[in-house]
């Protein structure tokens, strides 16, 4: 059956172009990442036990989790926790399977207990952090969606939804993530005393980049503001390099601008995350499954992380409509921004749409007639090999936050 696939050439001013643009990224131990990154490992925890008892990944959506921050009492070298974290796990799971008792809450616990320690080294487990399962039963209709699934080579959606996706990246999108895996990945296992919880805002305005950041510095590693003003102009530093090399434009580099050491106020943790002290966090009211979040960009609001990879449109479109826009840019020469939207109707095959749109702004020579075939074929290729999108989720292999 023919997909209706719509390809549409813009005309307005591409992103690099605009004088403004801002963009931002919630680091992994920001309360809303750590929301998605528990949510994601519960949902990949159960679709693997589903596989290994049922030989099926059963109906589950685990994408309403919350993070409720305790209290602490951070100081120089060391300070204390004197009320824990309280990290509410719920959705829907399902629970028994052809006379089979399937023990998610177990596995749900398990789950967010290992990403909360791999994530926040710092955090004593038995002491710091309360997690709580509350997970119930999906509706009859949505499970009866879902169930046809396995009678179908080919998911039928769960919801009336879409999913949106952008490339190439901008300069500015693309620093903001570098300098993420930068920190994630060289700084903070030689400077321990910064913490996880970090955002990065981003501005350009015309060819000057801004870059303010939010850092926690972990109390323990940390004497006196000596060592807190070291470790800030260390980042400052680090940052401003990373994201020199990565653009021709000035950049400029803003660290705890919201320090006032007069009156006490400097951004100091325990744990490195203000999980721990009043700041508390949702699934999916941070990164979108880019890793970023862009105002100047068309985005969907839905969480990605914790809902199911077989059928759940919030899923599975976001992510497929981010890796066909990644696609057609680096095969189709010319574009200078691309903008990919797929939107289903409940009850229908996820590999055909109501409609996959593409609308993207062009710099080069080329026949809008060729460049709409080219990019209508990857569109339609990837909604062809769409399980690979599921196959992919449960290995881990894709972001969603």
Do not use: W
Not at 128 to 135: F, G, K
Request: aromatic share 4%; net charge negative; hydrophobic share 35%.
């Amino acid at each position: 059956m023919p997909r209706n696939i719509s390809v549409e050439r813009l005309t307005q001013t591409p992103i690099e172009k605009q004088q403004i643009e801002i963009a931002e990224r919630k680091c992994i131990g920001h309360p809303d990442s750590i929301a998605d990154g528990i949510a994601e490992a519960v949902s990949r925890a159960l679709s693997n036990a589903y596989l290994e008892e049922c030989d099926a990944i059963l109906h589950h959506n685990t994408d309403q989790g919350e993070i409720v921050a305790g209290e602490s009492m951070p100081k120089f070298g060391g300070g204390d926790i004197l009320r824990p974290t309280y990290v509410l796990l719920t959705g829907r799971a399902t629970k028994n399977y052809e006379g089979k008792s399937i023990p998610t809450d177990s596995i749900a616990l398990k789950a967010a207990r290992d990403y909360i320690k791999d994530t926040l080294q710092y955090i004593d487990m038995d002491s710091d952090v309360i997690v709580d399962c509350r997970m119930g039963v999906g509706s009859s209709d949505l499970r009866d969606v879902f169930k046809a699934c396995n009678n179908n080579p080919i998911p039928h959606a769960n919801d009336t939804s879409f999913g949106i996706g952008h490339a190439p990246f901008s300069d500015l999108e693309k620093i903001i993530l570098s300098v993420s895996e930068h920190i994630d990945g060289n700084v903070r296992p030689k400077k321990p005393v910064i913490g996880t919880d970090i955002k990065i805002m981003g501005l350009r305005e015309n060819d000057d980049i801004s870059l303010t950041l939010c850092v926690p510095m972990v109390d323990r590693f940390c004497s006196g503001m000596d060592e807190y003003n070291e470790a800030k102009a260390f980042m400052t530093e680090e940052v401003r390099k990373v994201a020199s090399a990565s653009t021709d434009r000035k950049v400029n580099v803003f660290v705890n601008t919201g320090d006032n050491p007069e009156n006490g106020s400097i951004f100091l943790t325990v744990t490195g995350t203000s999980a721990e002290m009043g700041d508390d966090g949702s699934v999916g009211r941070g990164n979108r499954c880019n890793g970023l979040i862009t105002p100047q960009r068309p985005m969907s609001m839905e969480a990605t992380s914790g809902k199911n990879p077989i059928n759940h449109i919030g899923k599975i479109y976001n992510l497929l409509s981010t890796e066909i826009a990644k696609e057609c840019v680096a095969k189709v020469d010319g574009i200078d921004d691309l903008y990919i939207r797929l939107l289903s109707q409940i009850g229908k095959p996820i590999d055909q749409p109501l409609v996959a749109s593409a609308q993207y702004i062009y710099n080069g020579d080329g026949s809008e007639s060729e460049i709409g075939k080219d990019i209508s074929a990857i569109i339609d290729d990837n909604l062809a090999d769409i399980r690979t999108i599921t196959e992919r989720v449960i290995r881990g292999e894709l972001k969603t936050f």
